[in-house]
C-alpha cells in the first residue's frame, strides 16, 4: 500500500499529461480559430465567420497584422505581449490592448455587428468591448457566467471551444503571449482579411446599422402617435399628456418635492423609481415606483425628467414621452448588480415613456 501511495502522485502527473497532449492533438472541426497562448496554457476560441465577418475581420486582421492600425505598422501582430488589463469575477475576462510603447488602439471605430442567434447566457463567450455602440475597435472579452443582460448592445462574435479551465485561471495583468489564427477547411482557408476588404465590410454592416435605427426610429414614432395622438411637444424635444392636473401650487427652482415614476419603453421593457431615484425592475403588483426626493434644478435623473418636472406642479401626474437624445442617449443604463437578481438595463438609444407623479 505504501508503495502505491508514493506513486499516486506521478501516475496522476502522467494522467494529467496525457489528457493534455490528447487534448492538444484533437482535430478542430471546420472553421476559423483563434489560439490565445498564455503561460498558463492555451485558450481556443472558435470565431463566428458566418454571422458575423466584420467582426472576425477585425480581430484575426489585427492578430496577424493584415489591416492597417494605429499601434504597429503592417506585418506586427497585434496583440503579441498584451496582458488581460481587466479582469471581474464572474463577469469577464478583458484583453486586447496592444503592448506597452505602442498607441491606445487600433484606431479604427466598428459598428456593432448583433446577431440574435449569438448571446452572452454562458461562461466563454467571446466578444468586443465598446464605450457605446459603434465605438469598438480591439479590445476583446471572454465571459465568467451568464451575461445575458449585455445581449443587443454587445457584439459576441465567438465561443471559447478548448482552455475553459485556462479562462478561469486569468487574472489581472495576466500576458498574453501571442494569439495565432487556425484555419480548418476550405471557407476558412480563403478568409484573409485586407485593409481593404475589412472597410469593405465595415461599410456594408454601417449601412445595416443605418437602416436599422432608421426603422426603429420610425417604429418608435409610430407606437407614440397610435398611443398618444394629443401628446403636447415641447420646444425641448420631449412630449407630454397631463394626467392629472393635480392642486397644489407650482414648484420652482430650489423646491424638495418627493416624485415617484413608472414607465416603459416601446419595446416593452417596463421600469420603476428605486428608493434612490434611479430606474430598476417595477415592484410586482406596485402601480408606481419608490417615492425619492428631488431638488428642483440641482438633482438630475434624464435631461426631459429634470425639464418636466420642473414645469409640474404638486399633485400633478404626467405621462412624459422622452425621445433618445433627451433620455439616456447612446450610454444606456446599467443599475448596480444584486446577487440572484437579473441585473436592470436599459439598452443605448432607447426612448422611455415616463408617468411622473408628485404625490
Known amino acids: 500500500m505504501t508503495r502505491v501511495r508514493r506513486n499516486i502522485p506521478w501516475l496522476v ?55 492597417q492600425n494605429d499601434a504597429f505598422p503592417l506585418g506586427t501582430p497585434f496583440f503579441d505581449g498584451s496582458t488581460f488589463h481587466r479582469v471581474v469575477a464572474g463577469h469577464v475576462i478583458q484583453g486586447g490592448v496592444p503592448a506597452p510603447d505602442s498607441a491606445d488602439g487600433s484606431g479604427t471605430q466598428i459598428p456593432n455587428e448583433i446577431d440574435p442567434a449569438l448571446g452572452h447566457g454562458r461562461a466563454g463567450m467571446v466578444g468586443m468591448a465598446n464605450a457605446g455602440p459603434h465605438t469598438a475597435t480591439n479590445q476583446f472579452y471572454i465571459t465568467l457566467g451568464d451575461r445575458s443582460y449585455l445581449d443587443g448592445d454587445y457584439t459576441v462574435f465567438g465561443e471559447v471551444v478548448q482552455g475553459m479551465d ?59 402617435r397610435q398611443n398618444w395622438p394629443t401628446a403636447v411637444t415641447t420646444d425641448s424635444g420631449w412630449s407630454y399628456v397631463i394626467l392629472d392636473d393635480g392642486s397644489g401650487t407650482p414648484i420652482a427652482a430650489g423646491d424638495s418635492v418627493t416624485v415617484r415614476y413608472a414607465g416603459h419603453t416601446p419595446s416593452g421593457l417596463s421600469f420603476a423609481s428605486s428608493d434612490g431615484g434611479t430606474p430598476n425592475w417595477p415592484e410586482p403588483g406596485a402601480e408606481g415606483g419608490h417615492a425619492f426626493v428631488f431638488v428642483v434644478g440641482t438633482s438630475a435623473a434624464t435631461p426631459a425628467f429634470d425639464d418636466a418636472l420642473a414645469h409640474m406642479r404638486r399633485g400633478e401626474r404626467r405621462l412624459v414621452i422622452v425621445p433618445v437624445a433627451l433620455a439616456y442617449g447612446t450610454r444606456g443604463y446599467y443599475a448596480p448588480s444584486q446577487p440572484n437578481v437579473q441585473r436592470f438595463v436599459i439598452s443605448p438609444n432607447t426612448m422611455l415613456i415616463y408617468v411622473i407623479e408628485i404625490p
Not at 492533438?25 to 470565431?47: A, E, F, M, R, W
Not at 485556462?166 to 480548418?184: E, G, K, L, N
Not at 454592416?205 to 426603429?216: F, H
Open 166 to 224: 485556462v479562462v478561469m485561471t486569468i487574472v489581472q495583468d495576466d500576458q498574453i503571449d501571442s494569439v495565432r489564427i487556425v484555419r480548418v477547411g476550405e471557407r476558412a482557408e480563403a478568409f484573409h482579411p485586407t485593409t481593404a476588404s475589412f472597410r469593405q465590410l465595415v461599410a456594408t454592416v454601417e449601412d445595416l446599422v443605418r437602416a436599422n435605427e432608421a426603422r426603429k426610429h420610425a417604429a418608435d414614432m409610430k407606437y407614440v
Open 13 to 67: 502527473l502522467a494522467l494529467a499529461t496525457v489528457a493534455a497532449r490528447v487534448d492538444a492533438q484533437t482535430p478542430l472541426p471546420d472553421g476559423l480559430y483563434g489560439k490565445i497562448h498564455t503561460p498558463k496554457g492555451t485558450i481556443v476560441i472558435q470565431l463566428e465567420l458566418e454571422r458575423t465577418p466584420m467582426t472576425v475581420a477585425n480581430f484575426v486582421g489585427l492578430a496577424e497584422g493584415t489591416i
